[in-house]
T-cell receptor, first 116, second 107 residues
Framework: GAVVSQHPSWVICKSGTSVKIECRSLDFQATTMFWYRQFPKQSLMLMATSNEGSKATYEQGVEKDKFLINHASLTLSTLTVTSAHPEDSSFYIC????????????FGPGTRLTVL | QKEVEQNSGPLSVPEGAIASLNCTYSDRGSQSFFWYRQYSGKSPELIMFIYSNGDKEDGRFTAQLNKASQYVSLLIRDSQPSDSATYLCRTGNQFYFGTGTSLTVIP
């Protein structure tokens, strides 16, 4: 299967700081990338969908000014959590899919964010 | 409206048995179906996908589509303790996931 990498795998930061998470598709061109968040023992929650070169589409209830998403190339998307607070502590997972209709999405390994 | 519905379980099967997981979908026009496995604390990984033109077998895993009843099944033969995980499904171009089905294989 295709490989999606994510960096960093874990991060601890102080409240009020910003954190950037990178997501890369290593062996395919990802026309669409997705960002999910998952709290312990809960389901994956889709935060936003982004297409290369376009603004991200955010799900209802997700603050776009707080969670900045940039999908600047066909292999890279970034999620910046601005002014992070303890309630933003979660497991953030990106995924990517290729251009063909019905193509599967592949997930990165996730980034565990802890805000102190 | 949820795109897919899964029995959240937990589903427990003895080692060596067949585990059967179902996913009911609402969009009759769905053409593609995906199964993911998520171990505790890890991200999901794609294990099977099929299109509306047929079932698929890959090793111990078989995905079967029942269009009339709008569900897709994942069968795991000769279940192993390492199969213990949460199994997620999604269909078509919808990228939302439910809680999935928790499977425990008992040694």
């Amino acid at each position: 299967g295709a490989v999606v990498s994510q960096h960093p795998s874990w991060v601890i930061c102080k409240s009020g700081t910003s954190v950037k998470i990178e997501c890369r598709s290593l062996d395919f061109q990802a026309t669409t990338m997705f960002w999910y968040r998952q709290f312990p023992k809960q389901s994956l929650m889709l935060m936003a969908t982004s297409n290369e070169g376009s603004k991200a589409t955010y799900e209802q209830g997700v603050e776009k000014d707080k969670f900045l998403i940039n999908h600047a190339s066909l292999t890279l998307s970034t999620l910046t959590v601005t002014s992070a607070h303890p309630e933003d502590s979660s497991f953030y997972i990106c995924s990517a899919r290729g251009p063909s209709p019905g193509s599967p999405q592949f997930f990165g390994p996730g980034t565990r964010l802890t805000v102190l | 409206q949820k795109e897919v519905e899964q029995n959240s379980g937990p589903l427990s099967v003895p080692e060596g048995a067949i585990a059967s997981l179902n996913c009911t979908y609402s969009d009759r026009g769905s053409q593609s179906f995906f199964w993911y496995r998520q171990y505790s604390g890890k991200s999901p990984e794609l294990i099977m996908f099929i299109y509306s033109n047929g079932d698929k077998e890959d090793g111990r895993f078989t995905a079967q589509l029942n269009k009339a009843s709008q569900y897709v099944s994942l069968l795991i033969r000769d279940s192993q303790p390492s199969d213990s995980a949460t199994y997620l499904c999604r269909t078509g171009n919808q990228f939302y996931f439910g809680t999935g089905t928790s499977l425990t294989v008992i040694p």
